[in-house]
T-cell receptor, first 112, second 112 residues
Framework: TQLLEQSPQFLSIQEGENLTVYCNSS?????LQWYRQEPGEGPVLLVT?????EVKKLKRLTFQFGDARKDSSLHITAAQPGDTGLYLC????????????FGTGTRLTIIP | ETGVTQSPTHLIKTRGQQVTLRCSSQ?????VSWYQQALGQGPQFIFQ???????GRGNFPPRFSGLQFPNYSSELNVNALELDDSALYLC???????????FGQGTRLTVV
């Protein structure tokens, strides 16, 4: 079973600050996805990265896939209260029966 | 709004009982996956169905079983409920096996 470790587990920062969330594994993934989940709802897909070294931007969010396709990062610039939520990375396995392996999650709180 | 709906939204069952959770996928989505999300953790893959046949299974015991129907609905059945089965159960549908998945809002199961 592939494991995805996210750090930090909890993060609370002031509005306007920048932050980075990390997602690390010893396994190689064919693709990696980032989701945001709000209380009482299912995860919502933010982005999918498939190529080692790939960088994708979604407004103030920047996603990077590691060169070896084992790790990824999410950087948020000028955080806003609406960014508050649980951020999950999920890797799609190359081999095996498990489809999406989710990370442990980072709970982000932006203080107005 | 992902077009994926789950029922019921909340459920309380007694240890040893059986439960059936339901998911209605988007029309045309041939693939449905079920996940278990314990409090404070990322979702864990239970199994996936593609065109009504199981297409991969995670590390869950046989008392977790599923069905997918031709009308794009599916079920997750859990027998002999244990206290540790208390969690948010999520279904996710996608047009094909390895395409973007859309999550429902989940069913919160509490076993007492």
């Amino acid at each position: 079973t592939q494991l995805l470790e996210q750090s930090p587990q909890f993060l609370s920062i002031q509005e306007g600050e920048n932050l980075t969330v990390y997602c690390n594994s010893s396994s190689v993934f064919s693709s990696l996805q980032w989701y945001r989940q709000e209380p009482g709802e299912g995860p919502v897909l933010l982005v999918t990265v498939v190529t080692g070294g790939e960088v994708k931007k979604l407004k103030r969010l920047t996603f990077q896939f590691g060169d070896a396709r084992k790790d990824s990062s999410l950087h948020i610039t000028a955080a806003q209260p609406g960014d508050t939520g649980l951020y999950l990375c999920a890797g799609e396995a190359i081999f095996g029966n498990e489809k999406l392996t989710f990370g442990t999650g980072t709970r982000l709180t932006i203080i107005p | 709004e992902t077009g994926v709906t789950q029922s019921p939204t909340h459920l309380i069952k007694t240890r040893g009982q059986q439960v059936t959770l339901r998911c209605s996928s988007q029309s045309g989505h041939n693939t449905v996956s079920w996940y278990q999300q314990a409090l404070g953790q990322g979702p864990q893959f239970i199994f996936q169905y593609y065109r009504e046949e199981e297409n991969g299974r995670g590390n869950f015991p046989p008392r977790f079983s599923g069905l997918q129907f031709p009308n794009y609905s599916s079920e997750l059945n859990v027998n002999a409920l244990e206290l540790d089965d208390s969690a948010l159960y999520l279904c996710a549908s996608s047009p094909d096996k390895n395409t973007e998945a859309f999550f429902g809002q989940g069913t919160r199961l509490t076993v007492v």
